[in-house]
């Protein structure tokens, strides 16, 4: 049964400044768009949704449209389709509950003050080996991006290439996070429950 939202997720969610990042009219922001924002609340140390997925047990991640460290096609960027790439996951460890996926840009820190959210995903089925291009996550939760969207938001840094780091890990619960939650919330709530981790890696330029 999901958990209800608990004291550690409440906390989190009160200490954070912005849930993403726009341009003044309202429109789409890039990567390295700033829109007043201050940076990370947390460092990438204090919860698993930050910072590197450094592999833990057998979990993979993998991507049929790109290998990793490779350039990410440009139909997946901000302005190509702006759909989510396919993703292949393996090695989920027996007592998973669930999968979460993270998407980040850790090189906007320079253009952008932060890490640049794309893509939050929480309580995917843990038996799920395969996740569509263009994924419609009806049955998972989504969160909200630094593009102040809930789902997908693609690539589109504004200066040079950037490495982006698709992050998948496997929890012994699922969460009771609601629909919109942002990375800070995210991370507070799996902080304990990580059974296994692995990491993506893909490039994308202007």
Request: overall charge negative; aromatic content about 6%; some cysteine.
């Amino acid at each position: 049964m999901p958990r209800p939202i608990g004291r550690r997720t409440l906390l989190a969610g009160a200490a954070i400044g912005v849930a993403g990042c726009l341009d003044g009219a309202g429109g789409d922001a890039a990567d390295g768009d700033t829109g007043g924002t201050d940076g990370d609340i947390m460092s990438d140390s204090e919860t698993p949704a930050h910072g590197d997925a450094e592999q833990r047990g057998d979990l993979s991640l993998t991507s049929s449209a790109f290998g990793n460290g490779e350039r990410i096609p440009d139909q997946y960027g901000r302005d190509g389709r702006d759909v989510n790439p396919p993703l292949s996951i393996g090695g989920v460890p027996d007592g998973a509950a669930s999968l979460a996926l993270v998407v980040d840009d850790p090189d906007a820190r320079a253009p952008a003050g932060k890490v640049w959210v794309h893509w939050l995903v929480w309580n995917l089925d843990p038996s799920r080996e395969q996740i569509p291009e263009n994924w419609n996550a009806a049955d998972a939760t989504e969160g909200t991006n630094d593009f102040g969207e809930v789902g997908y938001g693609g690539p589109a840094p504004p200066d040079r290439e950037h490495t982006y780091r698709f992050k998948c890990y496997a929890l012994d619960e699922t969460l009771g996070l609601t629909r919109g939650a942002t990375k800070d919330e995210l991370g507070a709530a799996m902080a304990g429950s990580v059974l296994a981790q692995t990491q993506l890696t893909g490039t994308f330029a202007p």
